[in-house]
């Protein structure tokens, strides 16, 4: 009899599940959703009960059945919060604000609607002494602006095996975002009128913000864009400018120009006008640093060259030559004129240095300008600049007849000296943008990025990297050099002080330097927001304003670890610092065919 040997069979190892979505609370889908819209409309509705008793406090929070200051923010993030609520419901025309179906939007505009509720609440017992200032609306707010918060947490996320990578998920952007569908163009300019219209509102609206006011202004805006970003709209959106470019520069020129036709007080329209002279020069910069390459440290000397030339030539009692005042356009050309041989004169034997050797030059001329201007006063040195006093009492431009210094009345708006100068530096920043798009695009502008790239490969491929070099720099000094003639005469004086690598107010390098790094190197806009953050931020929020420097040193430690490439990211510089998983960049490999390590996956 044969005896048959089994064999044992190895039990199959089963195939991996993919990860289960989870939450960070473990609620059920409906009761989140639930929770969602019902707490973003209690916290919308919460604004129309008092919070205190007293008027003391900014925006009068007493009345019933009208809300003020504080709560308006809270009802504007509350029906934000809403509205993305039935976009997650798949309500019919919503659904534009989620294309990617995640659930991080949903999660930053609850915990906006929180921050500001919170906000709020707690200033009120710091202010006014104590939580016996509350009213039932307050706890009722407090209450319906947590509800959103559960609620959104306890939505699933994508591909989530533990708390962490849900927690991780839920801030972050969603990794494939659908193609939007065509549409008609008048659809696209229509949309980015709107989109114009919006900035100008909530750029009005911030300007005009204090104290109190402005921190629950920068917690609504800032996790609201931050909501937009992960849901993929704020790529939709540069996706439609980037089909509508002209059209897009235009109506953003527009908004610009209707700005000082939204306020009624000057003093805001000086924060304007200093905000586009700083991201002018800033722009300029971004010539030398952001497509260049250049590490500029005393950039603001040029800016200085063009503010003492017009000052001399203004027709000033203190001026050296107060015999001459030349007009405006003269003014304008000279200044500019005079920036660019300095910029030609520093460049020609200092260009052909690299790196920390170039920078620390720069520095030094930076400084070198500074004492010069200060020591030019007659007795330590020639007498051109008035030493440390300055050239005071510059007059104001007058245009055509225009005076810039007395008030108009334009269709029924009243507009006031800074509004006038404001109105300028917008036709000024026209000018610089155009310039710079037109040198960026041409062969110039791409030998600048080659030479950022690699300056021994562009040089191998033909490219004289010394003379591009030297247009660079000569260029961007000069566009400093023409806003430095508006500024001579928007502060009525020029002194030596401001001109400095870092001070605790600007204009200075290293908040030209921040203002490019944190907007973004290679864009238009991008030093226009860092200037205006920037310049904004220490000037509204009182606490930084002896603590500027420490303020950006965190503000840019925060940025190289969370977004190198800046709040609006040149296309390049995005995919150099991050693993995107884009289609159009095609897999390098060595001689052996083993992977090579390439710029964007290293």
């Known amino acids: ?144 602006s947590l509800l959103p918060v559960i609620g959104a947490l306890a939505l699933p996320q994508d591909a989530t095996d533990t708390t962490k990578e849900a927690l991780k998920a839920s801030i972050a952007k969603a990794e494939r975002i659908p193609a939007p569908q065509d549409t008609a163009p008048w659809i696209q300019r229509l949309v980015i009128t709107i989109v114009a219209a919006l900035g100008l509102t909530v750029f009005a609206y911030g300007i005009d913000a204090e104290d109190e006011l402005f921190v629950g202004f920068l917690i609504v805006v800032v996790f609201t864009a931050w909501a937009l970003h992960t849901a993929g709209l704020f790529d939709r959106f540069s996706h439609l400018t980037a089909n509508n470019r002209s059209f897009a520069l235009a109506m953003g020129f527009v908004a610009a120009i209707g700005f000082p036709f939204t306020q009624t007080n000057d003093h805001y329209a000086n924060l304007g006008v200093n905000i586009l002279i700083f991201g002018t020069v800033a722009l300029g910069l971004n010539i030398v640093v952001g497509l260049a ?214 204009p200075n390098s290293a908040f030209l330097l921040a203002a490019v790094v944190l907007g973004g190197m290679g864009t238009v806009s991008g030093p226009f927001l860092g200037a205006a953050l920037l310049y904004l931020l220490p000037e509204k929020l009182v606490a930084l304003q002896d603590k500027s420097l420490l303020a950006f040193g965190i503000a840019l430690i925060l940025l190289m670890r969370f977004r190198p490439e800046g709040i609006i990211p040149n296309r390049r510089r995005q995919l150099e610092f991050h693993e995107t998983g884009q289609l159009d960049v095609p897999e390098s490999t060595t001689l052996t065919d083993e992977p090579a390590i390439t710029k964007a996956g290293a």
């Open 1 to 144: 009899m044969t005896e048959t040997t089994e064999t044992p069979q190895t039990p199959e190892t089963p195939a991996a599940s993919p990860a289960a979505q989870r939450g960070i609370i473990p609620l059920p889908l409906a009761a989140a959703r639930a929770l969602l819209l019902g707490g973003g409309i209690l916290t919308a509705a919460s604004t129309f009960l008092r919070w205190t008793w007293t008027s003391e406090f900014p925006g009068d929070l007493t009345v019933n059945g009208y809300p003020g200051g504080l709560q308006i923010l809270t009802l504007v993030a509350g029906l934000i919060t809403v509205v993305f609520a039935l976009a997650a419901y798949g309500v019919r025309g919503l659904g534009w604000l989620l294309p990617a179906r995640n659930n991080a939007p949903l999660v930053l505009t609850a915990l906006g609607g929180f921050g500001v509720t919170w906000y709020t609440i707690i200033a009120i017992a710091a202010k006014l002494g104590g939580i016996a200032n509350w009213e039932p609306g307050t706890y009722f707010a407090a209450v319906a």
């Open 293 to 506: 390459g250049l590490l500029d440290l005393g950039y603001v000397a040029f800016l200085g060259v063009g503010a003492y030339t017009a000052a001399l030539v203004s027709g000033s009692e203190f001026s050296k030559f107060s015999g001459v005042q030349f007009p405006f356009w003269a003014a304008a050309l000279t200044g500019a004129a005079a920036s660019l041989v300095f910029g030609v004169l520093i460049g020609a034997p200092t260009l052909r240095l690299r790196g920390d050797y170039l920078a620390i030059v720069t520095l030094g001329f930076g400084e070198i300008f500074r004492i010069a201007v200060n020591n030019m006063d007659g007795v330590s040195g020639p007498d051109i600049t008035n030493g440390p006093n300055g050239i005071p009492s510059i007059p104001d431009l007058s245009f055509f007849g225009f005076n810039f210094g007395d008030s108009h009345d334009i269709g029924g708006f009243t507009i006031g000296r800074f509004a006038n100068y404001y109105l300028l530096m917008v036709l000024i920043m026209a000018l610089v943008v155009t310039i710079y798009r037109r040198a960026s695009d041409s062969r110039i502008g791409r030998s600048w990025i080659a030479i950022r790239e690699d300056e021994t490969a562009a040089t191998a491929m033909g490219i004289n990297g010394f003379r591009v070099k030297l247009i660079a720099f000569a260029l961007g000094a000069t566009l400093a050099g023409l806003a430095g003639t508006v500024s001579a005469h928007v502060t009525y004086s020029v002194v030596p002080n401001p001109y400095q690598f870092a001070g605790a107010a600007p």
